[in-house]
């Protein structure tokens, strides 16, 4: 557990909650006690038990023996917590280079305006003349966000006897899980059963990769990956108008494909040089063209898991989708947005609701009344909607 390696040098007087969790614990830094030295001493003093116990340094019945006290279960969440968000800060989902992230203020409709208009070509106007008029139009582009989640018991005996590793899991589990969740729903924004989304990716949004060159040089409708059908999808994107009739620059784009077209990705996008027939402008087929490869200059790859998950049933090993890279400042395609305060996984553990004969509450390690069980539940928090079809192309491969 590399993230323990900081808190071992540290001395317990020493100890804040900025160092010992960067910031990131959920529960520290929303804890009563995140001032109290005697807390942050014993915090500091349990997750050095919890590092020598998962690493086997030191006996895992120090750690049983630990979590009969009153106050460890608290410090052990703090723990567990951290972990959590260590964990799933750890992975990038590839989905941050295409999609905007955003955060929202509440679970009511998320209203995203964009306007239009103003910016065609100006025209001369002559002496005495009115300077015409043009307006603006808006495009409204609305999601909520929702809960997602899930929860988990550890049954008590298991906890006991099998060296706490269920525990240990967790945490990296959730993580991951939450995660995953993300990159798929952003998937599903753009990809459907049948590949492209047919409502996104239309003849009228001019986003299919389906067009014949005017020469006659690509002739495929949703072509397949290949160097000549990454050049057909960049000249789609070069044609796109916005709705004064100006062409729209973009120029870095994000190429996005399943697993099993990353081999032919990665030898289109690092070959140092392109050998092709035509000359990609109309030229004719029996021409040969010797090139740099420029492509890697301008193209960057994502690979996206959840492409063949969501697109099971038809192509889902075929299509292929390029995004204006965020970093263009351009309008998204796509947008996911976070609650504000909640933009990270939380973790959360149910309070035992068994009371010890004699009096006080049952320590929560013990578990629930009827069943022994010690339930962790994790939170996570967000939503996301399709916007501007004008930055994105796509095809499904199938050559049909």
Same mark, same amino acid.
Request: with cysteine; hydrophobic share 40%.
């Given at each position: 557990?590399?993230?323990?390696?900081?808190? @071992?040098?540290?001395?317990?007087?020493?100890?804040?909650?900025?160092?010992?969790?960067?910031?990131?614990?959920?529960?520290?830094?929303?804890?009563?006690?995140?001032?109290?030295?005697?807390?942050?001493?014993?915090?500091?003093?349990?997750?050095?038990?919890?590092?020598?116990?998962?690493?086997?340094?030191?006996?895992?019945?120090?750690?049983?023996?630990?979590?009969?006290?009153?106050?460890?279960?608290?410090?052990?969440?703090?723990?567990?917590?951290?972990?959590?968000?260590?964990?799933?800060?750890?992975?990038?989902?590839?989905?941050?280079?295409? &999609?905007?992230? %955003?955060?929202?203020?509440?679970?009511?409709?998320? !209203?995203?305006?964009?306007?239009?208009?103003?910016?065609?070509?100006?025209?001369?106007?002559?002496?005495?003349?009115?300077?015409?008029?043009?307006?603006?139009?808006?495009?409204?582009?609305?999601?909520?966000?929702?809960?997602?989640?899930?929860?988990?018991?550890?049954?008590?005996? %298991?906890?006991?006897?099998?060296?706490?590793?269920?525990?240990?899991?967790?945490?990296?589990?959730?993580?991951?899980?939450?995660?995953?969740?993300?990159?798929?729903?952003?998937?599903?924004?753009?990809?459907?059963?049948?590949?492209?989304? *047919?409502?996104?990716?239309?003849?009228?949004?001019?986003?299919?990769?389906? =067009?014949?060159?005017?020469?006659?040089?690509? /002739?495929?409708?949703?072509?397949?990956?290949?160097?000549?059908?990454?050049?057909?999808?960049?000249?789609?994107? &070069?044609?796109?108008?916005?709705?004064?009739?100006?062409?729209?620059?973009?120029? %870095?784009?994000?190429?996005?494909?399943?697993?099993?077209?990353?081999?032919? &990705?990665?030898?289109?996008?690092?070959? /140092?040089?392109?050998?092709?027939?035509?000359?990609?402008?109309?030229?004719? %087929?029996?021409?040969?063209?010797?090139?740099?490869?420029?492509?890697?200059?301008?193209? /960057?790859?994502?690979?996206?898991?959840?492409?063949?998950?969501? =697109?099971?049933?038809?192509?889902?090993?075929?299509?292929?989708?390029?995004?204006?890279?965020?970093?263009?400042?351009?309008?998204?395609?796509?947008?996911?947005?976070?609650?504000?305060?909640? @933009?990270?996984?939380?973790?959360?553990?149910?309070?035992?609701?068994?009371?010890?004969?004699?009096?006080?509450? *049952?320590?929560?390690?013990?578990?629930?009344?009827?069943?022994?069980?010690?339930?962790? !539940?994790?939170?996570?928090?967000?939503?996301? *909607?399709?916007?501007?079809?004008?930055? /994105?192309?796509?095809?499904?491969?199938?050559?049909?």
């Amino acid at each position: 557990m590399e993230f323990l390696q900081l808190i @071992e040098s540290m001395e317990a007087e020493k100890a804040s909650v900025t160092k010992l969790f960067g910031g990131e614990g959920i529960g520290v830094r929303r804890s009563p006690r995140r001032s109290d030295p005697r807390y942050l001493g014993t915090l500091l003093e349990a997750t050095r038990l919890v590092q020598a116990v998962f690493s086997g340094r030191k006996p895992t019945y120090l750690l049983k023996e630990a979590l009969g006290t009153a106050d460890f279960p608290n410090l052990f969440g703090d723990i567990i917590d951290r972990q959590l968000l260590g964990i799933y800060s750890e992975y990038l989902p590839v989905y941050q280079s295409y &999609a905007r992230v %955003a955060t929202v203020s509440d679970f009511r409709t998320v !209203k995203r305006f964009a306007m239009d208009g103003s910016e065609a070509v100006l025209g001369a106007v002559g002496q005495g003349e009115e300077y015409p008029e043009s307006k603006l139009t808006d495009t409204v582009y609305s999601y909520l966000v929702g809960k997602y989640g899930r929860k988990t018991a550890i049954n008590w005996e %298991a906890m006991i006897d099998d060296d706490l590793d269920g525990l240990k899991d967790l945490p990296r589990r959730y993580g991951r899980a939450a995660r995953r969740s993300e990159q798929k729903f952003v998937t599903q924004l753009y990809c459907d059963a049948n590949g492209p989304i *047919a409502t996104f990716y239309t003849v009228g949004n001019k986003n299919k990769v389906n =067009a014949t060159n005017a020469g006659g040089n690509f /002739t495929a409708i949703n072509p397949p990956l290949s160097v000549a059908g990454l050049q057909e999808a960049l000249a789609v994107f &070069a044609n796109q108008l916005d709705l004064d009739g100006e062409p729209i620059v973009i120029d %870095a784009v994000v190429l996005v494909v399943p697993p099993g077209l990353e081999i032919t &990705a990665q030898n289109i996008l690092k070959a /140092t040089e392109l050998w092709i027939t035509g000359d990609g402008a109309g030229g004719t %087929a029996n021409t040969q063209v010797h090139t740099a490869n420029w492509m890697r200059d301008r193209v /960057t790859l994502a690979v996206d898991p959840y492409i063949p998950v969501v =697109a099971s049933t038809a192509n889902g090993n075929t299509s292929w989708f390029l995004f204006a890279s965020v970093s263009t400042g351009l309008r998204p395609a796509l947008e996911i947005g976070f609650l504000r305060g909640h @933009e990270k996984p939380e973790l959360f553990m149910k309070d035992s609701n068994a009371i010890r004969v004699g009096g006080g509450a *049952a320590d929560p390690m013990d578990g629930d009344f009827d069943l022994d069980s010690i339930v962790y !539940k994790i939170r996570h928090v967000f939503g996301g *909607a399709r916007m501007d079809p004008k930055v /994105t192309v796509a095809s499904n491969g199938s050559g049909a």
